[in-house]
């Protein structure tokens, strides 16, 4: 088993950055591959990042693409999304999700472990 929470959410003007943390504990982190996913009220959760065992490969939503970065600390067992030039439309809760193997996945079908989720709300 996998537990996992995420912090750094919040609210921020458009244009400003956060970064959020996914926090594991249980079985040993850093031999899973992790993703961030998104859901806005209304909407279909979506895929936002992810990123291999070893943090030598990750995959962004277009969307997400020159804006975000994910990263990770196996040491700490913690993986961050650092979100910059915030807009709007990035308003969602954001959850935190680990999967078996050694690679990411795109497909949030793929994870069997979820955090509870952090709010982030971008103002106009």
């Known amino acids: 088993q996998v537990q996992l929470v995420e912090s750094g959410g919040g609210l921020v003007q458009a244009g400003g950055s956060l970064r959020l943390s996914c926090a594991a504990s249980g079985r040993i982190f850093s031999s899973n591959p992790a993703g961030w996913f998104r859901q806005a009220p209304g909407k279909a959760r979506e895929f936002v990042a992810a990123?291999?065992?070893?943090?030598?490969?990750?995959a962004y939503a277009d969307s997400a693409k020159g804006r975000f970065t994910i990263s990770r600390d196996n040491a700490k067992n913690t993986v961050y999304l650092q979100m910059n030039s915030l807009k709007p439309e990035d308003t969602a809760v954001y959850y935190c999700a680990a999967r078996y193997g050694a690679d990411y996945d795109i497909n949030d079908r793929a994870y069997p472990y979820w955090g509870q989720g952090t709010q982030v709300t971008v103002s106009s």
């Open positions: 990123i291999n065992w070893s943090g030598s490969n990750s």
